[in-house]
Nanobody
């Protein structure tokens, strides 16, 4: 059973930075992983994805500001968030699946990913 645990959320001022981490356990090979977010009253949306081969994909609203990377551990995922905006305020979730989701992250609401973390809150003040 794959388990995901996020950390690193918190509060920042507009223009600031935060780094999210996600540690996956229970799977011996590289997972396809992604970050999603959901703000109150809004639909969950894809933020960034990193597939098992190392390919990355970003939603348009974070391009040039957020960077998704994989750590030295095969299934450790990071999201470096720079130039934060108040509209980035949301609960951020790490997701993973052994199979490639075959969908651009901008079009995904997460149905393609089987495993989910509990989420970590990011709050950006103006």
């Amino acid at each position: 059973q794959v388990q995901l645990e996020e950390s690193g959320g918190g509060s920042a001022e507009a223009g600031g930075s935060l780094r999210l981490s996600c540690a996956a356990s229970g799977y011996p090979y590289s997972l396809n992983m992604a970050w999603f977010r959901q703000a109150p009253g809004k639909e969950r949306e894809g933020v960034a994805a990193l597939d098992s081969a190392g390919g990355t994909d970003y939603a348009d609203f974070v391009k040039g500001r957020f960077t998704i990377t994989r750590g030295n551990g095969r299934n450790t995922l990071y999201l470096q968030m720079n130039s934060l905006k108040p509209e980035d305020t949301a609960m951020y979730y790490c997701a993973a699946d052994p199979s490639n989701p075959n969908v651009w992250i901008r079009y995904s609401h997460g149905a393609e990913y089987k495993y989910w973390g509990q989420g970590t809150q990011v709050t950006v003040s103006s």
